[in-house]
């Protein structure tokens, strides 16, 4: 059969597996498809170096027999050699995409017992990344900092709608006057990832970023983040701060730290630090889980309260 019947990302796979030594001339195409080097790298044409790492492990290429519970934790084992955790669990996760996409092969002729688990073998720890959030006073003082032009002014607009929010950047941009109730105060519109409508009581600040359409939208987020920093740096956003990120410690004020994201962790970490429960701020937020409030976006931890203290004395 012609190769210019089969789909270009299974050319653009054997290519890649012909230079790495996966894929020999003569070879049928059609065949080494359907083998696990095959699913994989059409799937992933770029993560030919997991393939190079597991068939080290195992000695030879590695095929659907090679695909066992010992081999697996074998394979995350090497993968986490010299990479961060972050690397390792993406690169799992890759894998386990294909192994569970292709179920049959995977348990085809072996015995009962040598079923593997698949998720568990190839579950890789992340090193949870710290961030920062802004405090009530450094978001005064951002409130009031001067804009100098277009960008500066939109950027501003859209962090500021995060922060007083909770919305989601995409959300954020679009929110506008027409989304409020002033009967009841209140901030309504439809979450554009979940289609979950939020509700949110509306902030004095929020009216001076709603319907400013002098303001040109900045696209390239190295674009939004660069011009938010330096905003946070003219407000004196400085305090030193110290996080561990990808595994490795970092060091520097504050300002250097602060993204897009850092607008709605900010609105949920001052809500917790109000005495809102995780609960309410997730349902403010337009999140299902509040689990996912609490991991993502609450960035500090309560003092304990004099009622807890007496536990103890």
């Known amino acids: 059969m012609s190769d210019n019947f089969y789909p270009i990302e299974v050319m653009r796979a054997v290519t890649m597996a012909a230079k790495r030594g996966y894929f020999n001339e003569g070879d049928d195409i059609g065949e080494w498809r359907k083998s696990f080097i095959g699913r994989f790298l059409t799937k992933w044409p770029n993560a ?4 190079d790492v597991f068939a080290s492990v195992i000695g030879h290429e590695p095929t659907w027999e090679d695909i066992t519970d010992r081999n697996l934790r074998d394979l995350r084992e090497a993968l986490a050699q010299g990479r961060c955790p972050s690397s390792v669990k993406t690169l799992c996760a890759q894998v ?5 996409a292709n179920n049959y092969d995977v348990h085809k002729g072996k015995d009962p017992l040598e079923v593997c688990d698949v998720n568990k073998s190839l579950t890789a720890k992340r090193n949870p990344s710290e961030a920062v959030h802004l405090t009530q006073e450094e978001l005064k003082r951002l409130n009031s900092v001067k804009t100098l032009n277009a960008v500066e002014r939109y950027v501003k607009r859209v962090f500021m709608v995060e922060a007083l929010t909770g919305a989601r950047h995409i959300d954020a941009e679009r929110i506008s006057s027409k989304h409020i109730n002033k009967r ?3 901030l309504t519109y439809r979450a554009e990832k979940t289609g979950n409508q939020v509700t949110v009581p509306v902030h004095k600040w929020l009216a001076a970023y709603l319907d400013n359409d002098d303001v040109e939208p900045v696209t390239r987020m190295a674009t939004f983040n660069d011009t938010l920093r ?4 003219r407000a004196q956003i400085i305090e030193p701060v110290t996080l561990t990120r990808r595994g490795k410690e970092q060091q520097g004020p504050k300002w250097m730290f602060v993204s897009s994201h850092t607008g709605r962790r900010t609105f949920a970490t001052l809500l917790f630090l109000h005495g809102s429960s995780v609960t309410t701020i997730a349902r403010l937020m337009g999140h299902s889980n ?3 409030t609490w991991r993502n976006y609450i960035c500090a931890e309560k003092e304990l309260d004099e009622h807890t203290l007496e536990f103890f004395n």
């Open 230 to 233: 330096s905003l946070c740096n």
């Open 48 to 51: 030919g170096k997991t393939i």
């Open 96 to 100: 386990k995409a294909v192994l569970n």
């Open 290 to 292: 509040p689990q996912i």
């Open 184 to 186: 009841a105060n209140t």
